[in-house]
């Protein structure tokens, strides 16, 4: 990747607040965190004198942005690690189907690999060793809810993070978190506020042109609401162009929301003769592969593959073919082994199923005395607590609720249905239902998919 030239506005950004860069006599000049630098630009790179600290020679202008006189990226990588890495993917992932398109220029091949993720990562290195300046790479991921996009991405920042020396950018994901995804600014200055990265957003828009961070908007196809449909676009085209030099971004959505076709014609910013526009179609896994996949997951045998509310799950088009769905049925075998009729839909059974193990588990931690009349009662409040939750998150916009709400809600849900003595303990246990997962954000908590949020 070509490493730009340090310009002026490069370094306004990073000038204390009330105070400006300046060039004159072949140097820059600011007050960054309340001392005098100095750059200068030499044959060996850009020199960084500030008083009373040794002079720094950094190789160009990107190890100059990047160092910690100035935007810090490895403190940022090591809070990035710590924060995605309470939510790594731990278990095998489950085997989706990718399929690469060149729209508009020509990249690298795909190449799928068990962990997409690292497949992604390397397509990315890739990328960078055939980029151009005064250019922008848009790669679209797109896909059906539940595939994985947001999981993927998650990955390849997190990989990114725990192996960060400088040589490759740093991938910064932002996600809606439940709201109205119109002002894209407001949802970097969540991201960032995640990594507890001491940031603006016209720094992070530096970083982002020099190629030293990979932007990563998730939840792409929210653009598409007709809420903010115009403010999104005309959002997005205005960060492209503050964008251009050397910048990777990723857009993540749902296939059937967004296209390249509709990027093209809506992104007036896009310019053909030097950017480049691709996308990576994921999908459910085959069914045979899913069948293998849970093979190999503990509890579950052929016998169990065929049983007759089990083998709808193979059926092409599936919605337990999803990802996050298949996870979950994983770690139940014997949920599955049920014998009672399925719901309308898979998905309401699959919610069902769940629903039933997980007033199950609470008989089991709580041990009342009416026996199976508590489990009823178990499985109404799970349906109550969760529709509780649901609701909240949507007229507050947000997709994470902290701890203290949740006990709240939990509360609220058990009360007139369980016994007083029960309430705490019950409340104590909502926490952990599968329906639930603990969120980026230290004490938060979410639905383990938006689907569910949906169904609830």
């Not at 967004?258 to 003769?273: V, Y």
């Amino acid at each position: 990747m070509p490493a730009l030239t340090l310009i002026l506005d490069d370094l306004m950004p990073f000038a204390d607040f009330g105070s400006t860069a300046e060039e004159g006599d072949g140097s820059f000049s600011l007050y960054r965190n309340g001392l005098l630098t100095e750059v200068v630009p030499t044959e060996a790179g850009y020199i960084v004198r500030t008083p009373q600290e040794p002079e720094q020679l950094l190789k160009n202008a990107g190890a100059l942005l990047a160092s910690s006189r100035f935007a810090d990226l490895g403190r940022i990588a090591q809070n990035q690690a710590v924060v995605l890495g309470a939510v790594r993917m731990r278990s095998s992932p489950v085997p989706i189907t990718s399929e690469l398109k060149q729209v508009a220029g020509s990249v690298p091949d795909f190449i799928a690999t068990a962990e997409p993720w690292k497949a992604l990562d390397s397509w990315l290195q890739n990328l960078e060793q055939t980029k151009q300046e005064d250019s922008i790479d848009l790669l679209l991921i797109d896909g059906p809810a539940g595939v994985g996009k947001t999981t993927i991405v998650r990955e390849a920042a997190l990989l990114r993070a725990e192996s960060y020396d400088g040589s490759l950018p740093l991938i910064v994901q932002i996600v809606s978190r439940g709201r109205v995804l119109q002002n894209i600014s407001d949802l970097i200055a969540f991201a960032l506020q995640d990594v507890r990265a001491n940031l603006t957003i016209r720094e992070l828009m530096v970083l982002i042109r020099h190629g030293l961070i990979t932007l990563a908007i998730d939840g792409f196809d929210e653009l598409s609401d007709p809420n903010g449909f115009q403010t999104a676009w005309s959002g997005l085209n205005t960060l492209f162009e503050g964008a251009r030099g050397v910048a990777t971004i990723l857009l993540a959505g749902r296939e059937t929301f967004i296209s390249t076709q509709t990027i093209q014609r809506q992104l007036t910013s896009f310019r053909p003769t030097n950017d480049r526009l691709s996308s990576l179609s994921l999908s459910d896994p085959y069914p045979e592969a899913a069948r293998a996949w849970l093979l190999n997951q503990p509890g579950w045998n052929a016998d169990l593959l065929t049983l007759d509310f089990v083998e709808p799950i193979f059926v092409s088009k599936s919605y337990a073919l999803r990802p996050f769905f298949l996870d979950v049925i994983a770690r139940e075998p014997d949920a599955l082994r049920d014998s009672e009729p399925p719901a309308s839909d898979l998905l309401t059974y699959l919610v069902d199923v769940m629903s039933r193990r997980e007033a199950q588990k609470f008989f089991e931690s709580l041990d009342p005395p009416n026996g199976n009349e508590a489990i009823k009662v178990y499985g109404e409040y799970v349906g109550r607590f969760l529709e509780e939750v649901a609701r909240d998150l949507a007229e507050n916009q947000t997709d994470a609720l902290a701890d203290d709400a949740l006990d709240l809600l939990a509360t609220v849900a058990a009360n007139g249905l369980l016994p007083d003595d029960q309430i705490p303990a019950v409340v104590q246990r909502a926490r952990t239902i599968v329906f639930l997962a603990n969120d980026v954000q230290p004490g938060h908590v979410r639905f383990a998919h938006e689907q569910l949020q949906q169904h609830f």
